[in-house]
């Protein structure tokens, strides 16, 4: 994907890393069994407030104390905590910056391709990496997941027009 010999080599930014995806799993992980175990507490309180709607079924929630769900709801809000932890880092896009071309990626499967031509600006917008047209029509929009440095160094070394903080 080079076009000679001195242009520099494609560059591949965002997505977790190994400790990354680590995090994101124990943090989900432990959230969703927090939940569980704390779900009948949470739904009894609820069902108290006489302005809460549904009380009926939050009594019911908190009603449910049978020994075997002392357990069994931890356990159910872990494996529901890691399917959305799983979901978090499979969603989150990839770039392949290159001198011609930015593929994002999501899922494994090129989902968009921005060509050099077409770019006008990239900059970080809060969490999110923006690239434009020179008539400020966003090609790309989204939370790009990395070091700041290392994003920014990606872009600028491919010659792209980078406007924001040096990172």
Sequence with gaps: MTTGDDAP???TVGGFDRSGRAWVAGLFGAGGAALGALLPLLARWAG???????????RLLGS??????????PVVGLVLGLAVAAWVVVDTPVLD???DRIRVRRRGEVERVVERAKVGAVHPRGSKLVIVTESGRT???GDVEGDASQIRQAFVDHGYPWEGPEA
């Excluded at 104390?65 to 357990?71: F, G, M, Q, T, Y």
């Design 97 to 99: 910056v290159g001198p």
């Design 139 to 141: 090609l790309f929009e």
């Design 48 to 58: 108290e407030l006489p302005w809460m709607p549904f009380q009926g079924p939050l």
């Design 64 to 73: 449910f104390d049978e020994p075997w769900l002392a357990w069994g709801r």
């Design 9 to 11: 080599p494609v560059r």
